[in-house]
């Protein structure tokens, strides 16, 4: 069973601040996801990684994959309150390439950034 | 645009009781999924579907079925809910090109069982 470990599991900073969110494993994925859920609504897709040492950027956040594959990252820059939301990473393992909307998810990161 | 959507929204049931949760997607995507979120356990996989009238299990599918009679339709039966079934649950359809794959959540039904 492929396992992700995300952390930390809570975050309060304030606006401006700067902040990274971990995710690893000891197992090597395929590719690496990260989502951002807002209350009552599911998971929206932010980037997906797929080369080791990858990185990605989408305005103030920075996405990196591990160069073995295995570990990513999130980091925002200034961040602001609309910010705010829990954070999820998603490693898919399919051999083939999809994992056909099988993803092993991290326990996610809950992010509040205070005006 | 409706793309995935799940019904109901809310659901309170007794223990013992069976019901069906449903989910349809608009995009014609191959792929489909149901996932359970829990606090501090990120989502876990119940049941997958990489077409009508494929289907198999994921990481926790014990008290759960499912069927896909069509690409649209994919629902989710609790047979006898227990408490242990409290929980927020997602349907996502999904695409795939090489290695990018992008899965699309409906907005959840939180499920209670009492």
């Known amino acids: 069973t492929q396992l992700l470990e995300q952390s930390p599991q809570f975050l309060s900073i304030q606006e401006g601040e700067n902040l990274t969110v971990y995710c690893n494993s000891s197992?090597?994925?395929?590719?690496l996801q990260w989502y951002r859920q807002e209350p009552g609504e599911g998971p929206v897709l932010l980037v997906t990684v797929v080369t080791g040492g990858e990185v990605k950027k989408l305005k103030r956040l920075t996405f990196q994959f591990g160069d073995a594959r295995k570990d990513s990252s999130l980091h925002i820059t200034a961040a602001q309150p609309g910010d705010t939301g829990l954070y999820l990473c998603a490693g898919a393992g399919g051999a083939g390439g999809t994992s056909y909307g099988k993803l092993t998810f991290g326990q996610g990161t809950i992010l509040t950034v205070h005006p | 645009n409706a793309g995935v959507t799940q019904t109901p929204k809310f659901q309170v049931l007794k223990t013992g009781q069976s019901m069906t949760l449903q989910c349809a997607q608009d995009?014609?995507?191959?792929?489909m999924s149901w996932y359970r979120q829990d606090p501090g356990m990120g989502l876990r996989l119940i049941h997958y579907s990489v077409g009508a009238g494929i289907t198999d299990q994921g990481e926790v599918p014990n008290g759960y079925n499912v069927s896909r009679s069509t690409t649209e339709d994919f629902p989710l039966r609790l047979l006898s809910a227990a408490p242990s079934q409290t929980s927020v649950y997602f349907c996502a359809s999904s695409y795939s090109f090489g290695l990018y794959e992008k899965l699309f959540f409906g907005s959840g039904t939180q499920l209670s069982v009492l």
């Open positions: 995009m014609n995507h191959e792929y």
């Open positions: 197992s090597v994925f395929s590719s």
